[in-house]
């Protein structure tokens, strides 16, 4: 897909790689936003449909929901909200995830 997002494979558990230095974005919020908007702003500037940056959402909400342990509470209603929502729903919550990362 997209190198410069955080696709599901390039997890490690509440680590990722950025820029060849290991950062733990998940401890915090406001550091994962950040995170996520910096990928979504180098997606958009590349030319990524939204369609494949909705998909990736969904793929990385996927992954985070069953692989890893929530930091902190907002990360928990998030992976609450998502093991108890069907997959149109997740797509919903994987959506508002861009929005809220695009509006900051």
């Known amino acids: 897909m997209y190198e ?21 974005v998940l401890e915090n919020w406001e550091h994962w936003k950040s995170f996520l908007g910096d990928r979504l702003e180098s997606a958009e500037d590349d030319g990524l449909s939204h369609d ?24 928990r209603v998030l992976k609450d909200m998502w093991n108890v929502a069907d997959e149109q729903e997740q797509h919903a919550i994987a959506n508002m995830m861009v929005k809220l990362v695009q509006r900051d």
């Open 4 to 24: 410069m997002l955080p696709l599901a494979s390039n997890y490690n558990r509440s680590e990722l790689v950025e820029e060849g230095a290991t950062v733990s």
């Open 52 to 75: 494949v940056v909705s998909d990736v959402a969904f793929e990385v909400g996927d992954y985070l929901a069953k692989e890893v342990e929530p930091q902190n509470e907002q990360e």
